[in-house]
């Protein structure tokens, strides 16, 4: 009961500070991130919120974006819904300011930051990882499902319950083209019950008496990529049969005519051609970390952050689930998550380096918990981007984390996940690979601590220079009165302070989820 009155306290501190129920479009939740959408940005106070002790940070993107970290979120967003449903009912519209007036300033500044910002190729990765992320749930929990039922058969154990975890592990990874063909139709403005449909001939065993292109179909060929295109051209053809068909006839011949087009194009073209562009991810991945293992390994973990930055992180997201899919899990995540290792043996450097910056050191102490269990937003928002050199020397812990896994790839000792989301110490129970699972932990491990040794090292040494330790080595804690009206005391200067670099451009796509 207490953590439901914490987690109700959160959501009546916030409503207000983003200009109450009346001013809340939309409301929506990733996994560490509340999303709302505004009628009038004008009115939210980002100091503020920032303040709360619940918000790790706050980041504005096509939706405004409350960082609450993981699990938290996910019960505050409930509450706060609740708490803008009771507003709007006990309180009538203000007629000082019409809905037309809210929406017309809403829309004005929507244009303007899109306008500025906003990509055609960025937009199109947000949809894909919009389709994509409400799966992590389902793989995180039959990743490690999986993780366990594989212990227990290499031991021997419970050999009458292991069949039962392997259904339960491999149910869902069986049928992720159907919920991916669903999300697809949502996402992309169709019904998403067609989009799912579609989707379901892909993996109907059915298809592998069907030969197309000289060779037999078999069931999941195309995976998730070809149920990602199954269900675009769904959408495509239900949006153009409801412009032609009488409204009369619209409920029998629409879902009829989609499902028959799609679907014969589906089998007779996107699975085979699906198909080979997963084979062609997954061979060249194999191939990649077989050759050039330690150099790639050093090139994706030191790149990781900047993409991240950047919004581009959201193309992998398919190429992760492909591979899953194939092979059993992914063996690009355990290198990228080697770019939260460098950022907390960044941030732990910063701690030592600014002894004299109490607000800075307190927000490391607060942060480094979640950045070892790898939510890498609050150490980014708070620590390295503010500072700008961190955030680079970050990158390069990560990098040489990054090389160390990619060279025992090379060697031959497979490294992967069997789940995309979590990383640092939160990815050892969804570690899986060739070899035994002690010698793929240990792996993982040493990738680890190369990174946090790494990280600390460059940014000790070259993370700062005169001029920012002139800065920042200070006391910035804020007066008793106003850490007493704000409920705490705020957080570290945020990334517009400093514009060093690293410093992303503010308002862009690339402040997406930071789960490093």
């Known amino acids: 009961m207490a953590t439901e009155d914490k987690n109700r306290a959160t959501a009546a501190a916030i409503l207000p500070l983003v200009g109450g129920a009346a001013n809340v479009r939309s409301i929506a939740h990733c996994m560490t991130r509340l999303r709302l959408g505004l009628h009038d940005r004008s009115l939210v106070d980002d100091e503020a919120l920032k303040a709360l002790p619940a918000v790790m940070g706050v980041v504005e993107d096509d939706t405004y974006q409350i960082v609450l ?16 449903e009771e507003s709007r009912e006990a309180a009538p519209t203000p007629v000082a300011v019409s809905a037309e007036e809210l929406a017309a300033q809403g829309a004005a500044i929507k244009a303007q930051q899109k306008a500025k910002n906003a990509t055609p190729f960025k937009l199109f ?36 319950v292991t069949p039962a975890l392997a259904a339960m592990a ?29 989707a379901a001939i892909i993996v109907f065993p059915g298809v592998a008496n069907i030969d197309a292109f ?6 999941g060929q195309g995976g998730v990529l070809g149920a990602l295109g199954a269900a675009v051209l769904a959408v495509y053809v239900e949006k153009w049969c409801r412009r032609w068909v009488p409204e009369a006839l619209d409920v029998l011949v629409t879902p009829t005519l989609t499902v028959l087009i799609s679907g014969l194009v589906t089998i007779f073209g996107l699975m085979y051609v699906a198909g080979e562009v997963s084979s062609a991810i997954g061979t060249f991945a194999d191939w990649l970390l077989s050759n050039g293992g330690a150099g790639a390994g050093f090139v994706l973990g030191g790149l990781f952050l900047p993409l991240v930055m950047l919004g581009l992180h959201q193309a992998l997201i398919p190429i992760h689930t492909t591979l899953i899919e194939q092979q059993g899990f992914t063996v690009l995540l355990p290198i990228l998550a080697m770019a939260g290792a460098g950022q907390v043996g960044a941030a732990m450097a910063v701690y030592f380096r600014l002894p004299r910056n109490e607000s800075i050191r307190r927000t490391i102490k607060s942060a480094l918990p979640a950045g070892l269990l790898g939510v890498g937003e609050p150490l980014i928002y708070g620590v390295s981007l503010p500072l700008g050199r961190p955030f680079i020397t970050a990158c390069v812990g990560g990098a040489f984390g990054g090389g160390v896994v990619g060279l025992f790839n090379q060697l031959g000792d497979t490294v992967g ?48 220079s005169k001029d920012l330790l002139t800065e920042f080595n200070v006391s910035q804690d804020p007066a008793p009165s106003t850490v007493a009206a704000a409920g705490g005391p705020h957080p570290a200067p945020d990334a517009d302070r400093t514009g060093g670099p690293g410093s992303p451009d503010p308002g862009s796509p690339e402040k997406a989820p930071a789960r490093v």
């Open 170 to 198: 491999s149910g869902f990874m069986a049928l992720i083209a159907v919920f991916v063909g669903y999300n697809t139709a949502k996402e992309f403005g169709g019904t998403p019950i067609l989009g799912g449909a579609v």
């Open 417 to 464: 996940s069997t789940a995309i989301g979590p990383s640092g110490w939160a990815l050892f129970p969804l570690l899986d690979g060739n070899h035994a699972l002690g010698s793929t932990i240990a792996i993982y491990g040493a990738g680890l601590l190369v990174g946090y040794v790494a990280g600390f090292l460059a940014t000790y040494f070259f993370g700062f």
């Open 125 to 160: 990765l947000r949809r894909i990882a919009n389709i994509f992320v409400p799966l992590i749930p389902a793989l995180i929990g039959c990743g490690i499902i999986a993780g366990l039922n594989g212990l227990l058969v290499n031991l021997g154990w419970l050999p009458a």
């Open 69 to 84: 970290g993981p699990g938290t979120v996910a019960r505050v967003t409930p509450e706060f819904e609740q708490l803008v």
């Open 214 to 219: 000289g060779q037999t179909l078999s069931p």
